[in-house]
């Protein structure tokens, strides 16, 4: 029975992934009970890991350091993916504000730090230790451990242990602030995404159908190309009905005279200006006026149409007219600039043998998309991770600050899902492929957390490091505390955006899982990576300048 000791207590390859797998299929069969309705989730597979690790089942740590950043990486990396086309938007519409609450939990956590420090006395680099744990930043431990080699010569062992001590109790802590917020403010979940939905503009820019009769004798006898300029709305006009009762396509050279009725596809927001440059609501049944013209969605599968505009494509030549663009489940106005991306759902209008040859040029292959485009992935790892190694020097501060394997590549994914098709690169991935390298990278990352805390854990309690996981918890809730009453209660902040605010502040990967979990939207994601970046370049160099300057 050696082999079977050697699998389970070994120093092997076989023994470290079985170890890995073991960890991780546990946690997650752990995180399907529910007390109260309330679950930890995935998070139970850190603590099965410094279970598994405190009873002797450890993992080298140079594998065990491997497979957690890589496992870090690909988690940021399909976020990144994921919410890359809504960063900059998001970003507009309320990230200053994000980004400088963001700004007052780091340095808060920082304030607390320091204070503990004069009232205990536990040294700088300890004390960084425990904050890094309780603001769950590997990047900040790493840095701190840096700073000290640099600063003393000697490696601490003491500031991993403190980040080890602190870590578990601030992922508990960190989601059991998402929920005190819940209650304390009674949010109702259903009524906070009707709200985040009818104010993050998508109502507002989808598009809409509406049928109008001309009556404004100004454009009688004027073609739809200089109306559309006049106008200056996006808007499409799909098909026309002559007063003889006569039905056809609409182009820019289509002449409109009063009394013809029009079909026009435009944003909610544009309604009204063009129903009164045009005429009034007519009540018609386009379908039932002439079966000759259907309509039919096509989906963008061919590459080499990625990024390209509508306006390149001359389907008008085909004898098809696009009206809507669908992408992520929202109907865009398809007007002649918008830029096609790999997924995108096309609304074709015209007869059925245009629409065949419209297919063809457009792909319409669910195979296609089937297939992984690996490429956009793993070449922006490779640059997230060189960019997260550059090392960014600062007056005053004798060693550089560098962003690091979660910062980097959090970084470049969003740049390459956002201007990626305006390069004629596909990022598409289809939501369960991206979803599985987020299980699967948090996962990893999770484990391996918990089988290198678990071999000093429970030593380092017993032997008065108890006292650091009091530290750690003031140092994880004061700031989110105080940060999120101040964002719901000052700012109005949704509770959703919230929530990914304070996953992203503190830079927690499992406290985002619980919250899209729990939301079952993206809105937790785009507040988590709207102050990622800021928040995980803070949290890297507040550590090494509190070892610098203050150790």
């Known amino acids: 029975m050696n082999w079977l000791q050697e699998l389970f207590f070994g120093h092997g390859i076989a023994h470290s992934i079985l170890m890995l797998a073991v960890v991780i299929a546990v946690g997650i069969v752990l995180g399907k009970i529910k007390v109260k309705g ?35 990486i690909l988690f940021v990396y399909s976020i990144g993916l994921q919410v890359g ?19 007052g939990i780091v340095l808060l956590g920082v304030s607390v730090t320091y204070v503990l420090h004069l009232f205990t006395d536990i040294p700088i680099p300890v004390m960084v230790g425990i904050m890094s744990g309780a603001v769950t930043n590997t ?17 601490n062992p003491d500031i991993a242990t403190g980040y080890a001590v602190a870590y578990p109790l601030a992922v508990v802590g960190i989601i059991g602030t998402i929920l005190v917020l819940r209650y304390v403010f009674r949010v109702d979940l259903r009524q906070e995404e009707d709200r985040a939905t009818a104010s993050d503009g998508t109502q507002e820019y989808a598009a809409c159908k509406i049928s109008l009769r001309v009556t404004n004798p100004a454009i009688n006898g004027m073609k739809v190309g200089p109306i559309h300029d006049m106008i200056q709305r996006n808007f499409v006009i799909s098909r026309i009905r002559y007063a003889d009762g006569t039905v056809k396509m609409v182009n820019a050279e289509t002449v409109l005279h009063t009394g013809d009725t029009v079909l026009v596809i435009t944003s909610q ?27 039919r969605r096509i989906l963008i599968t061919k590459s080499e149409l990625n990024g390209r505009t509508l306006s390149q494509l001359r389907l008008r030549s085909l004898g098809v007219s696009i009206t809507r663009v669908n992408r992520s489940g929202i109907d865009l106005v398809a007007t002649p600039n918008l830029p096609l991306q790999i997924g995108d759902r096309v609304t074709v209008v015209g007869t059925r043998q245009s629409i065949a040859e419209a297919e063809k040029k457009l792909g319409n292959s669910l195979k296609r998309l089937d297939h992984p485009n690996l490429f956009p992935i793993f070449a922006g790892i490779v640059l997230g991770v060189i960019l997260g190694s550059v090392p960014f020097v600062f007056p005053g501060i004798p060693q550089p600050v ?7 590549p959090l970084i470049v994914a969003i740049l390459v899902s956002r201007f ?24 990893l990352f999770l484990a391996c957390v918990g089988l290198g805390a678990g071999e000093t854990f429970i030593q380092t309690i017993v032997a008065g490091g108890y006292k650091w996981i009091g530290y750690g918890v003031l140092i994880t809730l004061i700031p989110i505390l105080t940060v999120g009453v101040i964002g719901r209660k000052l700012c109005k ?3 959703f955006t919230l929530s990914g605010l304070i996953a992203g502040s503190m830079t927690d ?41 203050l150790a």
Request: proline share 5%; net charge neutral; glycine share 10%.
């Open 402 to 408: 560098k962003l690091g394997l979660a910062g980097g």
């Open 139 to 155: 990047p900040g431990l790493g840095a701190a451990q840096q700073a000290n080699m640099d600063v003393t010569g000697l490696d």
């Open 85 to 103: 086309p809504g960063f900059f938007s998001s970003f507009k519409k309320g990230g200053v504000t994000l980004n400088l609450l963001a700004t």
């Open 38 to 72: 309330i679950s930890l989730g995935i998070t139970w597979i850190l603590f099965a890991g410094i279970v598994f690790s405190h009873f002797g089942m450890r993992v080298d740590r140079n594998i065990l350091h491997i497979f957690q950043e890589f496992g870090l």
């Open 509 to 549: 990967p499992p406290a985002l899982a619980y919250a899209n979990s729990m939301a079952g939207n993206d809105i937790p994601a785009v507040g988590y990576a709207t102050v990622y970046p800021v928040t995980m370049f803070l949290r890297v160099l507040c550590a090494q300048l509190m070892i610098l300057l």
């Open 493 to 495: 902040l949704n509770y």
């Open 269 to 295: 927001s544009a309604v009204p200006a063009i129903t009164a440059f045009i005429g009034e609501v007519a009540d018609i049944e386009w379908q039932q006026l002439n079966t000759q013209f259907i309509s």
């Open 420 to 443: 990626g098709p305006k390069y004629k690169l596909v990022t598409y991935t289809t939501v369960s492929a991206n979803l599985m390298l987020r299980e699967v990278g948090i996962a």
